[in-house]
């Protein structure tokens, strides 16, 4: 089995890594990408907003790079994680942190996955069990019975979420599922931080509703603003349909994922006001999209400003995710200051997702750095949000680890270990056999009944029809 080794592009102007196979070529990119690598440095033209803190001095963390520079070393660090957060959270756009990547930065994606990774360990997936498709464990024991009692953060509310999508499942009582949870860096973690630290986490796909709504990949406007409703900014029905839908048809239903979530932020950023703080969302797969859905929501509302001129940062960590909106969600995302790092897979096609053909990097025509031009459809094409970090893996033996959280991780923990041995090492496969086997046993075309929006309902729709949505749920499963 060929070693893992890292494959440095020489260019200067990319805010880009790739760890790969030894035999693997570095890939050919270019300069001004959008969506795969791709922030130039900084120029006159890059202008900072009112809000944005301008840094005058070098940042423990320039220091450092420029000192590993000039010595040659890529290895070691010396600067605290409380000195330099704010650099670590992105408020340089990871500017010289990914290529090479930073020790520091490393560090943190690492904690944040493994924050991600939790969901999963926590999720209930027997039947059987009282608690299926919800988290095993009560909101003040979770991180303790996974075994992170020590991570030096207290959940305060876990997150459910309402596609308006009905497909009957075993346990029909509420449509609303367990998806993540929202917590906050304990007084002891403030010391080592820097700050306080909200974070908000999200699991990827499992449930029926759910791998249907990732299907629905039709762009439609995101309208989360009530006072400006921004028609340009559109993002894909399926995520914004799990991100806001509720159970109000039902007496005791819950609220909708968006509601809580605002609600428990707006508690909390009330709760610590004075004190530095951060808010911090992680997300895997179809979790990156309610990740950044929320990230959008929080700026867009405005409730992470603490006065006229300062703003509390939102970074999203996102790990396998696909594209969530359009070019027009991409540039007020940018204009609003949200910080997104994607943590990808070249191999992985869910990262490709949806748009995968028709999407904004596809249909943009790049001249020169002075000049460019953008097709009038462009618009209406998927785009990437954020600065890209590429990892390179895959198995044979197992393809579907391309899409793996826990392959992820160990390969940034380990990035010169073969693929196969990372295998090994992953205990969390047996939650994807697990959920792959719920789904084949849950859809079938006699008890599959969706409420879907047009063109998909319709009375009309002949079992043909049926049988392919069926078909195509399936085909999506990693």
Known sequence: MASMNIHMPNTTNLNHVAFSEATTTTRPLRSVCIGQVCLPKRTKLATASPTKQTVV???????????????????????????????????????????????????????????????????????????????????????????????????????????????????????????????VATD????????????????????????????????????????????????????????TSDESDSKFGLGSCREQLLSEVSRLLNKYKGEELSITL???????????????DITELGLNRVNSSTKTPVTVFSFGGPRVGNSGFKRRCEEL???????????????KMPGMVFNHENFRVLGSERLSFEFPWSCSCYAHVGVELVLDFFNMQNPSCVHDLGTYISLLKCPKRPSMEIQRDYQGGEIVNKAKQLLANMMSVQNLNLKLPNPWRSSTTTAAERNMVNLQVQSQRT
């Open 282 to 296: 992680a997300g895997h797969s179809m979790g990156s999209s309610l990740a950044l859905l929320l990230a959008y």
């Open 188 to 243: 002891e973690a403030v010391k080592r931080l820097g700050r306080r630290d909200i974070i908000i986490t999200f699991r990827g796909t499992v449930t029926n509703p759910e791998w249907v709504a990732n299907l629905m990949s039709s762009l439609t406007p995101a309208r989360l603003d009530p006072h400006n409703e921004r028609p340009d900014v559109k993002v894909e029905s399926g995520f914004l349909s799990l991100y």
């Open 337 to 351: 200051g949200v910080k997104v790092l994607r943590i990808v897979n070249v191999n992985d096609p869910i990262t």
């Open 57 to 183: 001095i070098a940042s423990p963390v320039a220091n450092e790079v420029a000192a590993r520079a000039s010595s040659g070393s890529s290895t070691g660090t010396t600067t605290s994680l409380s000195q330099s957060w704010r650099e670590i959270q992105g408020s340089d756009n990871w500017e010289n942190l990914v290529d090479p990547l930073h020790p520091l930065l490393r560090q943190e994606i690492i904690r944040y996955g493994d924050f991600v990774k939790a969901c999963y360990c926590a999720f209930d997936l027997d039947p059987n069990s009282k608690r299926y498709l919800n988290c095993k464990y009560g909101k003040k024991n979770m991180l303790r019975e996974i075994g992170m009692e020590s991570s030096g953060y207290e959940i305060t509310k876990y997150i459910y979420a309402t596609p308006d999508i009905n497909i009957p499942i075993q346990n029909g009582e509420s449509c609303g599922r367990w998806i993540g949870y929202v917590a």
